[in-house]
T-cell receptor, first 116, second 113 residues
Framework: EAGVTQFPSHSVIEKGQTVTLRCDPI?????LYWYRRVMGKEIKFLLH????????ESGMPNNRFLAERTGGTYSTLKVQPAELEDSGVYFC??????????????FGAGTRLSVL | KQEVTQIPAALSVPEGENLVLNCSFT??????LQWFRQDPGKGLTSLLL?????REQTSGRLNASLDKSSGRSTLYIAASQPGDSATYLC????????????FGTGTRLTVIP
């Protein structure tokens, strides 16, 4: 079974540019989460999809961030326009449907975003 | 708002020692508590998940405990090996959300051969 896959592994862009991160969850997982770790801080929740629906986007920092999950499969996270403080590692995780208490979240390797 | 603290931030032990990593959280409204390991440049690997109704989980040389009333969890590693060297993260599943995780900053473990 393939794990959670994220593309690209590293992206370097200039301030003001647009970047799109992609996450392919484990096949059959209804839940998809995005997290972010900025330098020296803990990993923080951004948003959660159940299939194609946004269930919770309370962690999204501002309206420069847009996440989609078309057809309930892969997800994209777009940052437009990127700012310096957006630099960090963006993680995606997925888990099965059903009991949340039993739901192990499986993480991808992350996308390291560097905004210059 | 949930806050998760991990102590110590870094730990070095000689190979073969048993060790305990600590995690504390401020809000007991969690679905579960997960322990992860992260190797440099890699993603997070789930080690153990303890549901809020459980007290402990075991996997091989690892044993994790959960005490919701005191807001604490521990990860016990028996007979440590150099391959155990990694950063260990604990995370609570938010019960007011949909199990979105609140992470600690991690403990960086080095096992010296």
């Amino acid at each position: 079974e393939a794990g959670v896959t994220q593309f690209p592994s590293h992206s370097v862009i200039e301030k003001g540019q647009t970047v799109t991160l992609r996450c392919d969850p484990i096949s059959g997982h209804d839940n998809l989460y995005w997290y972010r770790r900025v330098m020296g801080k803990e990993i923080k929740f951004l948003l959660h999809f159940v299939k194609e629906s946004k269930q919770d986007e309370s962690g999204m920092p501002n309206n420069r961030f847009l996440a989609e999950r078309t057809g309930g499969t892969y997800s994209t996270l777009k940052v437009q326009p990127a700012e310096l403080e957006d630099s960090g590692v963006y993680f995606c995780a997925s888990s099965r449907g059903g009991s949340l208490a039993k739901n192990i979240q499986y993480f991808g390797a992350g996308t390291r975003l560097s905004v210059l | 708002k949930q806050e998760v603290t991990q102590i110590p931030a870094a730990l070095s032990v000689p190979e073969g020692e048993n060790l305990v990593l600590n995690c504390s959280f401020t809000d007991s409204a969690i679905y579960n508590l997960q322990w992860f390991r992260q190797d440099p440049g890699k993603g997070l690997t789930s080690l153990l998940l303890i549901q809020s109704s459980q007290r402990e989980q075991t996997s091989g040389r690892l044993n994790a405990s959960l005490d919701k009333s005191s807001g604490r969890s521990t990860l016990y590693i028996a007979a440590s090996q150099p391959g155990d060297s990694a950063t260990y993260l604990c995370a609570g599943g938010d019960q007011t959300g949909a199990n979105n995780l609140f992470f600690g900053t991690g403990t960086r473990l080095t096992v010296i051969p």
